[in-house]
């Protein structure tokens, strides 16, 4: 569940349960939607990114939803690996010449062997 | 993906002293970089946005006299934290943009940990 304050959200699953991470957007302007995952004392790592265009896309065990409409980002996760461990970023971008993005809190998911 | 390479990974320094940090891209070129801090279990926060061969974009309430940030070429840019001091102290990340026709990804490097003692 979510906490307040400067806690991370978290999602605890167990191996081989899938995940889902959920994300909401402020700027209905953004126009571009980026998954990344960190691990612990390392940068960022891309994982999977969206268009506006475009309601689900999908890659190697993940899968990101957009719902426009609520403003609201997700990603699954199929068959949740220990190695998934890590905190998940959602980031938005405007589009345009504005390269900039915007992160939003993050998720610790937490997979249990 | 596109490599992002940052350097030093870990540094400690005395207060009051100036820390460089670099940060390359190794296979592509990159127009624009970004650097970013983070602190402990919250969010990237971006600083500035870094150009080449122009003066870097601050994000409000970041001193630039402080974060000196210099884009010489395209595949290098520089962050350095001047007379850095204790409340300086966190993880310092950079970024480089691939603008493609469909996406404006952004590759990071592993990320500088600071401490000022």
């Known amino acids: 569940g979510e906490s307040v304050g400067l806690h991370l959200p978290t999602l605890s699953v167990q191996e081989g349960d899938n995940s889902i991470i959920n994300c909401a957007y402020s700027?209905?302007?953004?126009?571009?939607f980026i998954w990344y995952k960190q691990e612990s004392g390392k940068g960022p790592q891309f994982i999977i990114d969206?268009?506006?265009?475009?309601d689900k896309r999908q890659g190697q065990r993940v899968t990101v939803l957009l719902n426009k409409t609520v403003k609201h980002l997700s990603l699954q996760i199929a068959a949740t690996q220990p190695g998934d461990s890590a905190v998940y970023f959602c980031?938005?971008?405007?589009?345009?010449?504005?390269?900039?993005?915007?992160f939003g809190k993050g998720t610790l998911l937490t997979v249990n062997p | 993906g596109a490599v992002v390479s940052q350097h030093p990974s870990w540094v400690i320094c005395k207060s009051g002293t100036s820390v460089k940090i670099e940060c390359r891209s190794l296979?592509?070129?990159?127009?624009?970089m970004f650097w970013y801090r983070q602190f402990p279990k919250q969010s990237l926060m971006l600083m500035a946005t870094?150009?080449?061969?122009?003066?870097?974009?601050?994000e409000q309430g970041v001193e630039k006299d402080k974060f000196l940030i210099n884009h010489a070429s395209l595949t290098l840019s520089t962050l350095t934290v001047t007379s850095a001091h204790p409340e300086d102290s966190s993880f310092y990340i950079c970024?480089?943009?691939?603008?493609?026709?469909?996406?404006?990804?952004?590759?990071f490097g592993a990320g500088t940990r600071l401490s000022v003692l």
């Open positions: 970024s480089a943009s691939l603008p493609l026709l469909s996406s404006n990804i952004q590759y």
């Open positions: 700027n209905s302007a953004s126009d571009y």
């Open positions: 969206i268009r506006s265009n475009m």
């Open positions: 980031a938005e971008n405007v589009g345009g010449s504005n390269y900039k993005l915007t």
């Open positions: 296979d592509f070129q990159a127009t624009t």
């Open positions: 870094s150009n080449e061969g122009s003066k870097a974009t601050y």
